[in-house]
């Protein structure tokens, strides 16, 4: 079963060419395969149908995509078309969910998903944007952003020497670290995950599932255009971008915006 419960999914990467239904195209994601027994199986990937014929196609969770391939779809019969010779029925269609069905009776549900960088996108207009530099210094070359305020504390005299248990990010641009801050107990006030591909695929719901277990931005990405997202210890979730950064200057550039 749960073979061709995959050979199903997969199926989705071979899509031959393109045709004429926008309604398909965009970002979907298995919600559930129930088999000619009625026995449900839980999905776990998702795709995106590009408009130019391409689809990608990544286990939920996993912003990376594991197969890129094409596909084709005979409108006139609702049908989506395998080069392996194999094809979909489309049962049901509406503008956010598809009910597919192949010739052994699996029916495959689908739920369209948006991409985070389609529903909150970093601009100027909506963004926070933050400089920080040897002016927020005091006897130390660093600063905290508290999340709950949008505000940079300015008050470190020692590296994490904490004054409050809101959440935020420690920042030190010389030294490249960028961390989430500790609380007055010393413990960490939230979780980080790096992402590297500006989270054009990730959807915004899915980000609950991934792991978030970073305390520290890797010294290696802390550059130009890094795109991470930190979630606090009470479930709050912040996407940033590293817009500049100048060692010599001690200087960072950040835009962030709240996701929930």
């Known amino acids: ?102 010739k052994y009776d699996y029916r495959i549900y689908l739920k369209k998903i948006k991409s985070l960088s389609e529903r909150i996108e970093l601009k100027k207009d909506n963004a926070n944007t933050i400089i920080i530099d040897k002016k927020n210094f005091i006897d130390y070359p660093a600063a905290t952003l508290d999340l709950s305020t949008n505000k940079i504390t300015i008050n470190y005299v020692e ?20 961390s989430i801050s500790r609380g007055r107990n010393g413990n960490f006030t939230g979780d980080l995950c790096f992402f590297s591909n500006n989270l054009d695929i990730i959807d915004y719901n899915l980000l609950n599932d991934i792991p978030f277990k970073e305390k520290y931005l890797p010294k290696n990405e802390i550059k130009n255009g890094a795109i991470f997202v930190v979630k606090t210890n009470n479930n709050l979730l912040f996407k940033f971008k590293i817009e500049a950064i100048n060692y010599e200057k001690e200087q960072i550039i950040l835009t962030y915006i709240k996701l929930n």
């Open 1 to 102: 079963m749960n073979n061709i419960y995959f050979a199903l999914l997969l199926n989705l990467a071979y899509f031959s060419s393109y045709s004429q239904s926008s309604e398909i195209i965009g970002k979907w994601e298995t919600l559930k395969i129930i088999d000619p027994k009625n026995k449900v199986i839980k999905g776990n990937v998702w795709f995106h149908l590009s408009s130019e014929g391409s689809i990608k196609i990544g286990f939920l969770g996993n912003e990376k995509a594991f197969e890129t391939r094409c596909w084709n779809l005979d409108t006139k019969n609702n049908i989506l078309s395998f080069d392996q010779g194999t094809d979909l029925e489309i049962e049901n269609q509406r503008p956010d969910h598809i009910t597919l069905r192949d």
């Open 159 to 178: 590296k994490q020497k904490p004054y409050t248990d809101t959440p935020g990010l420690f920042i030190e641009p010389r030294d490249r670290e960028v």
